[in-house]
């Protein structure tokens, strides 16, 4: 028989199908500092193809997370920053970054 998810783990849930994944927290946490252009995206995160980088983007913008500037200019200039909305997850990477940072030095320490 399966078990329901709780109300509380729904929340976390709901939360990790919007930013979970290899890619959409490394990109949000780039977008943190920066309004960047998909090559600084791309060279940021590293080792991220440019299929699944435009992938994440476009899941990230339609969730209203990231916003997409066109400039209408040859070549095509195309940047990527956080929306006021995004900003609300800002609290949760640095909570991240800080946990990654006492895991590391605790890894090192066994």
Partial sequence: MKQQISLGCSSVKTTLDVIGGKWKPLIMF????????????????????????????????????????????????????ITSYGKTLIPVFKTMHQWGLVHTKHNANL
Avoid at 47 to 56: A, E, F, N, S, Y
Avoid at 64 to 75: C, F, G, T
């Fill in 30 to 81: 780039l977008l943190t500092k920066e309004t960047m252009r998909f090559s600084e995206l791309q060279k940021g995160i590293g080792g991220i193809t440019q299929k699944m980088l435009t992938q994440q983007l476009r899941e990230l913008e339609s969730d209203k997370l990231i916003s997409r500037k066109v400039y209408a200019q040859v070549p095509p200039k195309v940047e990527y920053s």
